[in-house]
């Protein structure tokens, strides 16, 4: 039998660094990466386009089938293409990243996610960052990781972002916004943000990237190819 591609998982809340951490060790790696709440953005930002009532699953469910989604990558950073259209920027706001969330409570469309998230499993290896890649999609994977940071941390993190981009938001506007999601997430029946037994628990509060992803690779056994 042959060997399973190696999957590295990486879950957490929102804004506890997944992003940044995990396409800087897939770069290091040379693996691919998955970002699978662009997908579930990306869901979103379709449904939204289409005027679609959020109180119909049905009508969801079927968006998420139709909904195609193409990542590329484009000087370091990735460029998403939501039904052929480029969505990088609609998928950032935080208005998609709590549609998205919202979404993601619907069984049938996390069932319809599945798969497709799967089919990014190829040689040499993945990166997959998310909420359940360690619990649900990929309960193999060799090695997982739950990053996590204080609520105030992550809040100040986006804050300093947004501030960057010359988008004006308040703190505890950040941090309430930050709170209510995640508790969404780690409460719904299917699939709740929650580390796999198996998983490493990394507090990523008052570390720099370079130090989170150092201490992610080092948990990564060395492959002998
Ligand atoms: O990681 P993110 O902020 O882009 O994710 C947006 C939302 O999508 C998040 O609030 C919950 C949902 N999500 C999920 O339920 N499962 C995943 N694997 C990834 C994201």
Redesign the pocket.
Same mark, same amino acid.
């Given at each position: 039998m042959s060997t399973p591609v190696p999957v590295l998982t990486i #879950?957490g809340?929102? *804004?506890a660094g997944? *992003?940044t951490v995990s396409r800087f060790v897939a770069s290091r790696l040379g693996w691919h990466y998955l #970002?699978? +709440? /662009? &997908?579930? @953005?990306a869901v *979103?930002v379709a449904a939204s386009w289409a005027d679609l009532d959020l109180s119909d699953p049905a009508a969801l469910v079927r968006c998420t089938f139709d909904t195609e989604v193409r990542f590329e990558e484009d000087g370091g950073s990735l460029r998403v293409f939501v039904n052929g259209t480029d969505a990088t920027e609609e $998928?950032r706001l935080e208005t998609? *990243?709590?549609l /998205?969330?919202a979404? /993601? /409570?619907i069984p049938e469309v =996390?069932a319809a $996610?599945k798969e497709r998230?799967r089919a990014y499993r190829l040689p040499p290896g993945l990166v %997959?960052? +998310? =909420? #359940?890649?360690g619990t649900?999609?990929f309960p193999d994977a060799p090695t997982k990781v739950f990053l996590t940071a204080s609520a105030e941390e992550r809040a100040r993190r986006r804050h300093n972002q947004l501030k960057e981009k010359g988008v004006s938001v308040t703190f505890d506007g950040l941090l309430r916004e930050i709170l209510s @999601?995640d508790a =969404? #997430?780690a409460q =719904?029946t299917v %699939?709740p &943000?929650k580390p796999a037994d198996d998983a490493v628990l990394l507090d990523t509060t008052g570390l720099s990237i370079d130090e989170v992803v150092d201490r992610v690779l080092a948990l990564v056994p060395a492959r002998a190819d």
């Open positions: #879950d809340p929102s *804004g997944k *992003g #970002d699978s +709440g /662009a &997908l579930y @953005r *979103g $998928l998609t *990243g709590t /998205a969330s979404i /993601a /409570a =996390r $996610l998230q %997959a960052d +998310g =909420r #359940d890649m649900v999609i @999601r =969404r #997430d =719904r %699939a &943000l």
